[in-house]
């Protein structure tokens, strides 16, 4: 395959996390939504609000990874320090941003510009602004790195506007093939068989626990159309073997 | 004060986490169960299905941390690698262990142990087995690093025995304060003075929105029981006065 891989990392920032105070769903969601757009999350990170972690993560992802998602720490309280750890990690200045005061004034009239809320106007310098149509601070996007809110429904609106400067990779196709009834156990070293045969697909087992029992699903995963159908009737052809030897468990 | 503080670190393993095909759920569970151990989580990794990859996280976390609580990736099948990274990530060599292979006995009859299912008594040499009253296949515990499965159900099976061994830090006690109708722009710069005056506490303002509107709850955190009333008492003075302040927004 000739296709370019596109990359990225996920960085999550607060504190609220790490306490488990505050349950993170922007991994997830992003996750998802990025592999659709065809770019291969490979690394997630969870930091605290501290500075000089923000700006080594930062800098420890934008060097490997073509994108970095950024959420959290973008608000109006003192606590909110992302931006300006940013511009250090970019080693730029970061000032009141007139682009972002004014869509900020959209929602507050002049007197309800505190200055709390005029700290959600700092961008660093050289950077893009992006969209926020549920509140309107907006967040930012520079060189490689995009911040976003932390606050699900309004980093879900952030990422649509987002996605548009990002350029995808090449698809990536997937299938499923569910292994009801047959344990990964039974399974494990055949699947493994097959897997190493085919170096263009990759092969996936995952288990989960519900109502009681697990219940496995096995992912194909090519960039490769035909690989994909391929490799998939192989994990199939192989578990209707092993259905048919298998003792009740 | 003069208590130490017990960090930590956890690190999720799995390439279905960072597809978005599974969304992690032994995250958020980890960290409150730490916080309520005393036991601070100061940064949370999510890496692929990659030897190296795993072997980088692990010991760029367990030199930094107290303890490392790794999930996923030690089930039956090929993709299931974090055994032998682990020892790869500590040096020492890894086999199949008479101790795990006594109690998967308790689940499996000899017949059953598949070479797939024996790959899940690979523990690295030097290791303590972490019971796992749930399925059997244990956990293991190798320096400060504690290795669980990712099913959330065993994982948090896991964790209760793993736990036993962990050294508690002083217990963090945290209140919490409704900002209910306030909004953070308007109290952002009076929270910044509060924080800012009380250095032995640490206070974050955490927005989330819900049935159409922003909720703002402020959360207040020492180790001192004193300085947490204080600090608590301050923020909700700070409020009142505000709310007597405020226009309708």
Chains 1, 2 share one sequence.
């Not at 999350?41 to 998602?69: C, K």
């Not at 959600?120 to 976003?148: E, Q, Y």
């Amino acid at each position: 395959m000739s296709e370019t891989t596109v990359t990225a990392a996920i960085l999550v920032i607060g504190d609220e996390i790490l306490s488990g105070r505050t349950k993170d769903r922007n991994i997830g969601y992003i996750a998802e939504y990025l592999a659709r757009a065809a770019v291969d999350v490979r690394e997630a990170r969870v930091v605290p609000d501290v500075e000089e972690e923000i700006v080594a993560a930062v800098n420890a992802l934008r060097a490997r990874y073509d994108y970095v998602f950024t959420t959290g720490g973008i608000g109006p309280t003192h606590d909110d320090i992302t931006a300006d750890a940013i511009a250090k990690a970019f080693g730029v200045g970061i000032g009141e941003d007139p682009r972002a005061l004014a869509v900020m004034g959209e929602r507050y009239t002049p007197d309800e510009l505190t200055p709390a809320r005029r700290r959600m106007a700092r961008i660093p310098d050289g950077a893009d602004l992006v969209d926020n149509p549920i509140s309107k601070a907006p967040g930012f996007r520079i060189g490689n790195v995009i911040v976003m809110a932390g606050v699900p429904s309004v980093m879900q609106a952030m990422l649509d506007s987002a996605i548009v400067g990002v350029k995808g990779g090449a698809l990536m196709l997937v299938a499923n093939v569910e292994a009801d009834g047959l344990p990964e156990g039974i399974y494990g070293d055949a699947l493994r068989e097959v897997a190493e045969a085919r170096k263009e697909v990759s092969i996936g087992s995952y288990p989960s626990f519900s109502d009681g029992r697990f219940r496995n699903q096995i992912v194909v995963r090519s960039r490769d159309a035909e690989a994909l159908q391929e490799a998939k009737a192989a994990v199939e052809a192989m578990l209707a073997r092993l259905k048919g030897d298998a003792r009740p468990l």
